[in-house]
């Protein structure tokens, strides 16, 4: 199993990327919101991957976060939702933003993502809303169960105002999970989170 790639970033593509490590170009499969964060080709980076094996086939796909790549693993788990189907609702919302859907029974939202029709959305919301509250960005303050009420709309709020602002989304809700962390169960407002976002992301 590979866990991660350390290395160069060679190639980016509108789907995936090629990562040199070890003298060995990897071909990474990535989703819309991975891509935005990568640095520029040439650069070095580190890339949490996910290998997905079948019995004509293995393929390796590429994550930004933690958050996405165990987002990605639950999504895979539902019947009808092989990998290409999981990249593309990952590019098609964010990690938060998913989480609120899939927790909130949103089937209107889970439908719009591409290749996901009425049913396949219902059936995501069955296998996965009672079990998304794990998920590392519940943990960092995105969830009701992990925070004491807070729900994950308030960090994808202060993520679109901060994108309103210039700010890349991927990169403003990367920093509001960290910024939940320092409440430490405490429930800040929206306000609170664009206000920190601010600071960090303007340090």
């Known amino acids: 199993m590979i866990a991660y790639l350390k290395g160069v970033l060679a190639v980016k593509q509108t789907n995936f990327v090629i990562v040199e490590a070890g003298g060995v170009g990897y071909q990474v499969g990535v989703s819309s919101q991975t891509l935005a964060e990568l ?7 580190r890339l949490e991957t996910y290998h997905h094996r079948t019995e004509a086939d293995e393929k390796l796909f590429g994550f ?3 958050s996405e790549k165990y987002l990605f693993e639950k999504l895979i788990t ?3 939702v092989g990998p290409k189907v999981a990249l593309g609702v990952l590019s098609g919302m964010s990690s938060s933003h998913l989480i609120d859907a899939i927790s909130s ?3 209107q939202a889970l439908s719009a993502a591409p290749g996901i029709g009425k049913k396949t959305a219902e059936r995501i919301v069955l296998e996965l809303a009672d ?12 969830s009701s169960a992990a925070s004491g009420g807070r729900a994950p709309a308030a960090i994808s709020e202060a993520a679109s105002a901060l994108e309103a602002l210039g700010y890349k989304r991927a990169a403003a809700e990367k920093v509001l999970q960290q910024v939940a962390r320092d409440f430490k ?6 306000q609170e989170l664009i206000k920190a976002g601010l600071r960090h992301l303007s340090s």
């Open 64 to 66: 930004a976060t933690s």
């Open 105 to 107: 029974h949103n089937i």
């Open 39 to 45: 640095p520029a080709a040439g650069t070095e980076l």
């Open 78 to 80: 539902v019947k009808g």
């Open 185 to 190: 169960g405490q429930k800040p407002d929206v």
């Open 131 to 142: 079990k998304i509250s794990d998920s590392p960005e519940a943990a960092a303050g995105g």
